[in-house]
């Protein structure tokens, strides 16, 4: 079962633009991750915010996180050609501690 | 540092075959995973091993086995394979399920014809 839904499912801009994208999850949980996957690669861990944390910085990625909503956003800041990839939420929810996972969202960057 | 490795990376069934996809992990983890991932699907968790010797279904465990070997080896094994096991498959270990974060092989895509 999907818990984080990206917004939006895809996303085109040009090198040196920023690009934001929203992960919405539905139930309480103790942290949210984003992953990046290259075109036929393994999936890359990018940053882990937890529950108690509001915003988080790595490079040129900013994420935030809002309990209240359910929502997190990642902006990629100056983009390059290379960020061309899929963008994936997982979320680590619940007594089980499932990492669960939302549907991805499509980003190329155009040089 | 090799990470998490998995062979092979890619794999033609006949329907009715069986086959083992290996992963190995090198990073000491307790929690090992294996996923598929379908077009328009995102990750599905198959299984999972939250520490060695022991082992859970995820979502979507029909048609598959899987055995924790050690601390580092964690095999899935389709029985009898069906097209509708034609997926990308991928290994993931962990130091902390759900808690930390996840590092994947490289995947195995697979066709079953």
């Known amino acids: 079962s999907q818990q984080g839904e990206e917004d939006p499912q895809a996303l085109s801009i040009q090198e040196g633009e920023n690009a934001t994208m929203n992960c919405s999850y539905k139930t309480s949980i103790n942290n949210l991750q984003w992953y990046r996957q290259n075109s036929g690669r393994g999936l890359v861990h990018l940053i882990l915010i937890r529950s108690n944390e509001r915003e988080k910085h790595s490079g040129r990625l900013r994420v935030t996180l809002d309990t209240s909503k359910k929502s997190s956003s990642l902006l990629i800041t100056a983009s390059r050609a290379a960020d061309t990839a899929s963008y994936f939420c997982a979320t680590g929810a619940g007594n089980n501690r499932k990492l669960i996972w939302g549907l991805g969202t499509s980003l190329a960057v155009n040089p | 540092n090799a990470g998490v490795t998995q062979t092979p990376k890619f794999q033609v069934l006949k329907t009715g075959q069986s086959m083992t996809l290996q992963c190995a992990q090198d990073?000491?983890?307790?929690?090992m995973y294996w996923y598929r991932q379908d077009p328009g699907m995102g990750l599905r968790l198959i299984y999972y091993s939250a520490s060695e010797g022991t082992t859970d279904k995820g979502e979507v465990p029909n048609g598959y086995n899987v055995s924790r070997l050690n601390k580092r080896e964690f095999s899935l094994r389709l029985e009898s394979a069906a097209p509708s096991q034609t997926s990308v498959y991928f290994c993931a270990s962990s130091t902390d399920r759900g808690l930390s974060e996840a590092f994947f092989g490289q995947g195995t895509r697979l066709t079953v014809v």
């Open positions: 990073m000491n983890h307790n929690s």
